[in-house]
């Protein structure tokens, strides 16, 4: 008897799990959202794809933000975009943030060179994030 209880609670617990996970949305952006608000749920995932090009010395950078409302999962990743891998080729640049808790921030990206401190950025991104 006791073994059925067990089973049954370990069964609803893994139910309760994957449907909390089931609720969790990912949320993808790109350039052409650039200066718009979001709305998202604790829990999501936002992803933010942005086109560059790493050969010429230009690279995407996420500015500081309210990382208890937002925050970064892991290194941003850059992906080459031509089949053939042709050198100095762009691509782009994905950026994973995660919903932590309610509240709101502004993410915000440059594409600059980091050799070249006293140069404002070529581009930049923002987006108003609120989670509820």
């Given at each position: 008897m006791l073994k059925f209880v067990l089973q049954g609670l370990i069964i609803l617990a893994v139910?309760?799990?994957?449907s909390a996970c089931a609720t969790?949305?990912?949320?993808?952006?790109?350039?052409?959202?650039?200066?718009?608000?979001?709305?998202?749920?604790?829990?999501?995932?936002?992803v933010i794809t942005l086109e560059g090009n790493i050969t010429t010395g230009y690279q995407w950078e996420l500015l500081p933000n309210n990382e208890g409302v937002m925050q970064l999962q892991g290194d941003p990743e850059y992906v080459q975009k031509s089949a053939g891998n042709?050198?100095?080729?762009?691509g782009v640049c994905h950026?994973?943030?995660k919903a932590m808790q309610p509240g709101s921030t502004r993410v915000e990206?440059?594409?600059?060179?980091?050799?070249?401190p006293d140069m404002a950025p070529l581009e930049t991104f923002?987006?108003?994030v609120v989670v509820k």
């Open positions: 139910l309760m799990t994957t969790n949305k990912t949320i993808e952006v790109s350039a052409e959202s650039n200066g718009s608000r979001v709305e998202m749920q604790t829990g999501d995932t936002l042709l050198k100095g080729a762009g950026f994973t943030l990206l440059k594409y600059y060179r980091s050799f070249e923002s987006l108003d």
